[in-house]
C-alpha cells in the first residue's frame, strides 16, 4: 500500500491561497488520490480526485507532478470556515480478483486566521 | 438523495460489552466500508462489504466485525469492549463499481462511541 506523507498543522490568514503537500513515494499505477475536508464531529467530505496532471472544480485544485509521487491541494482564498483538518487519500479501485486498497494520510489541520 | 445515516450517534458503554453500530448507505450505493478515528491514530480502516460479502479487511482484531444486508444497510459490532475501543466510528458508502478508475466515498456523520 502507499504511505502517505502530510504537514501535521498549517496557519494561514483569511483570503490567502493555501497549499497542502501530500507525499506518497510508493503510488502504483492504478492509484488515484483524493482529498477529504473534515470539520470535527463530521465525517470527512469529498474536495476534489485526480490521477495525473492538474485538477480543478469550483473549490479547489488538485496538482499532481508527472511521477506522481505528491499531490498538492491548493485552497484559493481561503476564509474562517475552511478551517478544518484535510486528508490525503490514495486509493487503488475494486476489480476482480483484488480487494480495493486505502491509505489515509495523518491529516493536515488548517487554521485560517483573521 | 438523503446521505449516508449512521445510528446512534453518541453511545456510552462499559469495558467487556458489545456495541452494534448501523450505517444505511445512499440509495444505490452498493459498497459500505467502515473507519476508525481516533486523536492519536487517525483514520484507520476496518472493513468493506459490497453486495453482502467482506472484500477487504484492516489490521483490527477479530472482536470488530461487520455484515451487510440485501438493501446494502450495514452493521459493525465490537465484542468484548476495551477502554482503547473509544472512538468515532465513520461508515462510508460508495457505488461500489468493479474497475472503476475513480471512486469517491461518502461518508457519515458517525457513531462516538464512548467505553468506560
Known amino acids: 500500500l502507499a504511505k502517505t506523507t502530510q504537514p501535521i498543522s498549517m496557519d494561514s490568514y483569511e483570503g490567502q491561497e493555501v497549499n497542502i503537500t501530500c507525499s506518497h513515494n510508493n503510488i502504483a499505477t492504478n492509484d488515484y488520490i483524493t482529498w477529504y475536508q473534515q470539520f470535527p464531529s463530521q465525517g470527512p467530505r469529498f474536495i476534489i480526485q485526480?490521477?495525473?496532471t492538474k485538477v480543478t472544480n469550483e473549490v479547489a485544485s488538485l496538482f499532481i507532478p508527472a511521477d506522481r509521487k505528491s499531490s498538492t491541494l491548493s485552497l484559493p482564498r481561503v476564509s474562517l470556515s475552511d478551517t478544518a483538518v484535510y486528508y490525503c487519500?490514495?486509493?487503488?479501485?475494486?476489480?476482480?480478483?483484488?480487494?480495493?486498497?486505502?491509505?489515509f494520510g495523518s491529516g493536515t489541520q488548517l487554521t485560517v486566521l483573521p | 438523495k438523503a446521505g449516508v445515516t449512521q445510528t446512534p450517534r453518541y453511545l456510552i458503554k462499559t469495558r467487556g460489552q458489545q456495541v452494534t453500530l448501523s450505517c444505511s448507505p445512499i440509495?444505490?450505493?452498493?459498497?459500505v466500508s467502515w473507519y476508525q478515528q481516533t486523536p492519536g491514530q487517525g483514520l484507520q480502516f476496518l472493513f468493506e462489504y459490497f453486495s453482502e460479502t467482506q472484500r477487504n479487511k484492516g489490521n483490527f482484531p477479530g472482536r470488530f466485525s461487520g455484515r451487510q444486508f440485501s438493501n446494502s444497510r450495514s452493521e459493525m459490532n465490537v465484542s468484548t469492549l476495551e477502554l482503547g475501543d473509544s472512538a468515532l466510528y465513520l461508515c462510508?458508502?460508495?457505488?461500489?463499481?468493479?474497475?472503476?478508475?475513480?471512486?469517491?466515498?461518502?461518508f457519515g456523520s458517525g457513531t462516538q462511541l464512548s467505553v468506560l
Open positions: 487519500l490514495v486509493g487503488r479501485p475494486f476489480s476482480s480478483g483484488s480487494a480495493r486498497q486505502l491509505t
Open positions: 440509495s444505490g450505493h452498493r459498497s
Open positions: 485526480g490521477y495525473k
Open positions: 462510508a458508502s460508495s457505488p461500489g463499481q468493479f474497475d472503476a478508475t475513480n471512486e469517491k466515498l461518502f
